[in-house]
């Protein structure tokens, strides 16, 4: 498949919120690890060129440490990176952070629970990326029923959008029942979940679910799957590479394309620190993927 050619138009679009987005967007996890800022930088520009318009990031994707746990020099922040390389910021294009979760030097990660400390982490994103207002913010949960109800928490940040601080809001590392707690108190945009065609298919029936309420499912990992943060493995699954093989892509495409064909509200957020790797991720959303693929994927 020729990849140059083919922008992140391919994929179609969603209506994330009120602006609407590519269904191929960019994580900017991985663009921190490269100790020369000047490759992340020159990525997201190649990114927003072939027509994304949808960044996630956090600000504890950091290095060294953070999320990756590499890295030498000085700390390189996803988020300080995206505004060396994009401000001031096109018009369209929609960045989407998270807080809940928070990265220190000495202490490692925290969580955060209390109204300030929320604020504390939105005011981070806010300076570090250079907004005075945050497009999209996912409350970010751990993976244990956590010291506060979701509610609470989401509360606080609905109140920090009312001040004009964010725009839209979202959740992460959800389940259903807790998607169904914050019901009423603002509306939620996006749900931010790891899911893959060979990882968590438990979730299938929360993906519909997203779709019948018009919210955006947003997978990460969808590449890397029960790797995480290690990444995709070489051993892609024989029904994976068989696709691949028939289509004459590669197996990270397939899973992409895969990610897309699950309904027109999920979108694929992949990360990388390499330009090919970019090209070839967002040549992806021109897979069109067969019954007898998705029977096969399934």
Known sequence: MPTDEITAVAAGTWTLGDRAVHRMGFGSMRITANPDPDRAVALLRRAVELGVNHIDTAAFYVSPGGTLRVGTGPAR???????????????????ATKVGFGYDPEAGFTEAFTPAQLRAQVEENLRRLGRDQLDVVNLRLGRGPG???????????????????IRHLGLSNVRPEQLDEVAGIAPVVCVQNNYGVDAYREQDAFVRLCGERGIAYVPFFAVAGTGREAGAGTA??????????????????????????????????????DPEHLAQNIAAGALRLTREDLTRLH
Request: charged share 15%.
């Open 77 to 95: 922040y996803a988020t300080e990176l995206i505004r060396a390389a994009l401000a001031p910021y096109p018009e369209d294009l929609v960045i």
């Open 147 to 165: 010291a506060v109800p979701v509610a609470d928490r989401f509360g606080a940040l609905a109140e920090l959008r009312t001040a004009g601080l």
């Open 236 to 273: 892609q699954g024989e029904a994976v590479e068989a696709v691949a093989r028939a289509h004459g892509v590669t197996p990270q495409q397939v899973r992409l394309a895969w990610t897309l064909h699950q309904g027109p509200h999920v979108l694929a957020i992949p990360g990388t620190s």
